[in-house]
């Protein structure tokens, strides 16, 4: 078992920057990514780390803009957002798996990582 608690979200005005952290607690995580979902629309994956063999991928819509990163000590993912987007705007969840097949030539998506967190909210408007 994972649990995973989410921090860092708010709101933000466009070309703003915020920066989640994703703490986890229980067995060793293999990958933690993070999705978002905005209202009307499916979940989406946003990125992803490999603490098995540190690879990292991106979602198209956020390269160059957001960056993912691990902190073994504290057992923290974290994701810093930059010139963030009113297209940005979602709920962003922190997900776990602990095979690390899951990240290690993509992503993976959601059904992929069983075990997820409660969610924090990201706003961006002017």
């Known amino acids: 078992q994972v649990h995973l608690v989410e921090s860092g979200g708010g709101s933000v005005q466009p070309g703003g920057s915020l920066r989640l952290s994703c703490a986890a607690s229980?067995?060793?995580?293999?990958?933690i990514a993070w999705f978002r979902q905005a209202p009307g629309k499916e979940r989406e994956g946003v990125a992803s780390?490999?603490?098995?063999?540190?690879?990292?991928y991106y979602a198209d819509s956020v390269k160059g803009r957001f960056s993912i990163s691990q902190d073994n000590f504290k057992n923290t993912v974290s994701l810093q957002l930059n010139s963030l987007k009113s297209e940005d705007t979602a709920m962003y969840y922190c997900?776990?798996?602990?095979?690390?097949?899951?990240?290690?030539?993509?992503?993976?998506?959601?059904?992929?990582?069983?075990?997820w967190g409660q969610g924090t909210q990201v706003t961006v408007s002017s």
């Open positions: 997900a776990a798996s602990l095979s690390p097949l899951t990240c290690i030539w993509n992503m993976g998506s959601a059904p992929d990582y069983p075990y």
């Open positions: 229980g067995s060793s995580s293999a990958c």
């Open positions: 780390i490999s603490f098995t063999h540190g690879r990292t």
